[in-house]
T-cell receptor, first 111, second 115 residues
């Protein structure tokens, strides 16, 4: 298995633009998580899905953030409009039981 | 308020010695605790899980202890090597408001093994 695949690896965008981050989880994993990592706040859970259904989105910072999982092999995290304070590394992770497998992350820079 | 604290941001250890990292938490009742390793530019990688009813877990040169009374976990790397240099994250498995378990992470300790 290729692991959790995220794209793009790096994204630089201007404030106000829409940004879409993509994730392909490991086949067979029922859970998918989106985390954000910054120096100040560490890894923060934004939202997670179980069997493609959003379960807990209490970590989504604002209405500008949205996430979808249209099928078991694909999820997106969208920020619209983006702001400089959204700059961070965004990780997707999937799991079947208790331990998570993380992707390599998308480094987002909003200028 | 709920907190997960890892003993220090950075820790330098001489090669061959035992590195000990600490994870303390407050106002959580975790079902389990996990340790992850993160290298620069990469996502965290799972190392070990220890459940609330377990005192100690070992895997090769790694050892984890879990004291639910002290609300603390210790992570040991014996016979440390420069290749062990990385950031180590502890994570608590907690029940969310929606009844599912989810991982909440500490901010990590950056470990450097000095040759």
């Amino acid at each position: 298995d290729a692991g959790v695949i995220q794209s793009p690896r790096h994204e630089v965008t201007e404030m106000g633009q829409e940004v879409t981050l993509r994730c392909k989880p490991i086949s067979g994993h029922d859970y998918l998580f989106w985390y954000r990592q910054t120096m100040m706040r560490g890894l923060e859970l934004l939202i997670y899905f179980n069997n493609n259904v959003p379960i807990d989105d209490s970590g989504m910072p604002e209405d500008r953030f949205s996430a979808k999982m249209p099928n078991a092999s694909f999820s997106t995290l969208k920020i619209q409009p983006s702001e400089p304070r959204d700059s961070a590394v965004y990780f997707c992770a999937s799991s079947q039981t208790t331990d998570y497998t993380f992707g390599s992350g998308t480094r987002l820079t909003v200028v | 308020s709920q907190k997960i604290e890892q003993n220090s941001e950075a820790l330098n250890i001489q090669e061959g010695k035992t590195a000990t990292l600490t994870c303390n938490y407050t106002n959580y009742s975790p079902a389990y605790l996990q340790w992850y390793r993160q290298d620069p530019g990469r996502g965290p990688v799972f190392l070990l899980l220890i459940r609330e009813n377990e005192k100690e877990k070992r895997k090769e040169r790694l050892k984890v202890t879990f004291d639910t009374t002290l609300k603390q976990s210790l992570f040991h790397i014996t016979a440390s090597q420069p290749a062990d240099s990385a950031t180590y994250l502890c994570a608590l498995g907690v029940i969310s408001n929606f009844g599912n378990e989810k991982l909440t992470f500490g901010t990590g300790t950056r470990l450097t093994i000095i040759p």
